[in-house]
């Protein structure tokens, strides 16, 4: 795998780019507790999107983790993961508004505390969405990368804290051409009182050709017809 | 939470049994209480719902998630838009939880999660699509976010594991909630015959409204 490209976001920064299928993406939390909210959108069709329903209940998972894939909203492939080194990352919980911001943190506005202003990860969403020509109706449940939520049999959540560590990472592999669009606004359950949002380094690289024995297609048939709905897609639009 | 209800059928103002397969809409006032009913018990009832005003702003089911940090929906359970409004709020419930992260079938996602050939199956996004075609043109797919699965049974383990499970639901009975503004309401009474929750046979629900 060779890197193409370098670059760290912030943390309450956000971020959106195309990236090609056959590329991959690696995400490292630099300090530790980052949280990256993620959502996916087909680079042609934007109307295709990621579909947290499908990742979970066509893999019968409830936590993120490698070699499962982050299925779209019609029967195919945005991407796998490929590796990760905390095991768990939430996409239930959904992200943070300005309403919720300002009632756990308290007013943060930019006159008073400049580019260490609160922002809240709808906002930042819908921000980098804009510039693609997608608004509200896009809004779907998003990833949110290196944050554990777990649920209990009653279907209580709780936040586990100090899950992600310094140096922990995850990385994508793209098997269509796929918008990314991120941010790095605290996880809604982060229970911390104070908004001290954590930075990310990305590096997109190249991936080696998918083979059959891929374990993300192994670790269920599910996947495997999602990759074979992906590269009908593929084929005949390319 | 189990919480039966005081109103009579017989006083409403509006009686629909919806077929299993078809989809039914209705705008809902603010201030009416709405009842689905699962006449023959264990189907799934898959339901949006939208601003009346403004359907930009349409019921999310991670803002429900996030707001009452629960993933199951019973009595008490406000129902959140995307836009951070309390739609509907579940005032009585004889079933006791109801699923919101399982989604909708689609005719695309049968080839995924059961074999390349079911795709001409019926399936629950072709309803919502027809369903949003009869208030406009402009809504469609794009308008087709992550629904309620109203007497659907989806377990989550503290492990992180997920299940679909045989339904809690049964013949008679039913979830009611309040409408806390107009909303449109819209249901895909699931055609799903892949899943042995309704034993492989869906069945009708009815749709009661009361002022
Ligand atoms: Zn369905």
Not at chain 1, 90 to 107: L, N, R, W
Not at chain 1, 124 to 153: H, M, Y
Not at chain 1, 187 to 199: A, G, I, L, M, V
Request: proline share 4%; with cysteine; net charge negative.
């Amino acid at each position: 795998m060779s890197i193409i490209h370098q670059e760290k976001l912030t943390g309450a920064g956000m971020w959106s780019k195309v990236i090609k299928r056959g590329r991959t993406l690696k995400m490292t939390d630099l300090e530790g507790g980052a949280n990256v909210g993620m959502l996916l959108y087909n680079a042609y069709e934007k109307h295709e999107r990621y579909n947290m329903p499908d990742t979970l209940k066509g893999q019968y998972i409830f936590n993120l983790k490698a070699p499962y894939c982050l299925h779209s909203d019609m029967g195919r492939l945005f991407a796998s993961i490929v590796e990760e080194s905390s095991g768990w990352h939430d996409t239930v919980c959904g992200a943070s508004d300005a309403k919720a911001v300002q009632e756990k943190y308290g007013q943060g506005d930019y006159q008073e505390l400049r580019n260490d202003f609160y922002r809240n990860a709808q906002e930042c969403f819908l921000i980098e969405l804009a510039k693609w020509g997608l608004g509200k109706r896009d809004l779907v449940p998003n990833i949110n990368w290196f944050s554990k939520v777990v649920s209990d049999e009653a279907g209580k959540l709780s936040f586990v804290e100090g899950h992600s560590k310094a140096g922990d990472s995850v990385t994508l592999r793209f098997e269509l051409d796929t918008l990314v669009v991120l941010n790095t606004c605290p996880h809604p359950f982060d229970p911390s009182t104070e908004y001290t949002p954590k930075p990310v380094a990305l590096e997109i690289g190249e991936a080696d050709t998918v083979q059959d024995d891929d374990p993300s297609l192994l670790v269920r048939s599910e996947n495997q017809r999602a990759f074979h709905n992906t590269s009908v897609y593929n084929k005949l639009r390319f | 939470m189990l919480k039966e209800s005081s109103l009579d059928p017989a006083n409403a103002v509006y009686r629909q049994v919806v077929k299993a397969g078809d989809h039914w809409s209705h705008v809902i006032k603010k201030g009416q209480t709405f009842r689905i009913l699962d006449l023959e018990g264990n189907q799934a009832a898959d339901t949006l719902f939208y601003n009346a005003h403004d359907p930009v702003d349409r019921y999310s089911a991670s803002d429900t998630i996030r707001c009452q940090q629960a993933l199951y929906l019973t009595t008490g359970s406000m129902l959140m838009s995307t836009g951070g409004h309390a739609l509907l709020e579940i005032t009585a419930d004889t079933c006791g939880r109801h699923d919101t992260i399982g989604g909708a079938c689609s005719r695309e996602s049968n080839t995924m999660r059961y074999a390349i050939d079911k795709e001409p199956m019926h399936a629950c996004r072709d309803s919502f699509i027809c369903g949003l075609h009869s208030h406009s043109d402009d809504l469609g797919k794009r308008d087709i976010t992550c629904n309620i699965n109203f007497f659907m049974n989806v377990p989550v383990t503290p492990e992180g594991g997920l299940s679909f499970e045989d339904g809690i639901s049964a013949p008679g009975r039913y979830v009611e909630m309040v409408a806390l503004m107009d909303v449109i309401a819209l249901i895909s009474n699931c055609p799903q015959l892949n899943n042995p929750c309704n034993a492989y046979n869906p069945t009708p629900v009815e749709a009661i409204i009361w002022d």
